[in-house]
């Protein structure tokens, strides 16, 4: 059973930094194989929507419009962790901020029904 664990959410000002962490257990491979990992967040009201993911084929990388140039997603492969980093936080960040892993592909980076694994989640808190 593969487990995603989030960790690094916390309360920040505006213009502030966070790094977000998804450590992999139960997988019997590497990270690096698994085809698309990503993170998504919600709102409170809002529905959950796409913001960073890496894809191993092509080691894309692809954003949300809204985090362009403030955030950005990396691999740690050997520990078997994906992380967010996300520089120059606005209040409109706030959400909870989930990992997700596509073992098989076969969407576009933020189509959620194609992620078949995901964490619990780690909440972000940006004040003005």
């Known amino acids: 059973q593969v487990k995603l664990v989030e960790s690094g959410g916390g309360s920040v000002q505006a213009g502030g930094s966070l790094r977000l962490s998804c450590a992999t257990f139960?997988?019997?491979?590497?990270?690096?194989?698994?085809?698309?990992m990503g993170w998504f967040r919600q709102a409170p009201g809002k529905e959950r929507e796409g913001v960073a993911a890496?894809?191993?084929?092509?080691?894309?990388?692809y954003y949300a419009d809204s985090v362009q140039g403030r955030f950005t997603i990396s691999r740690d492969n050997a520990k078997n962790t994906l992380y967010l980093q996300m520089n120059n936080l606005k209040p409109e960040d706030t959400a909870m901020y989930y990992c997700?892993?596509?073992?098989?592909?076969?969407?576009?980076?933020?189509?959620?029904?194609?992620?078949?694994?995901w964490g619990q989640g780690t909440q972000v808190t940006v004040s003005s």
């Open positions: 997700a892993a596509s073992t098989h592909g076969g969407g576009r980076w933020d189509f959620n029904p194609m992620y078949n694994y």
């Open positions: 139960g997988y019997t491979y590497s990270i690096d194989s698994i085809d698309y």
């Open positions: 890496t894809y191993t084929g092509s080691d894309g990388t």
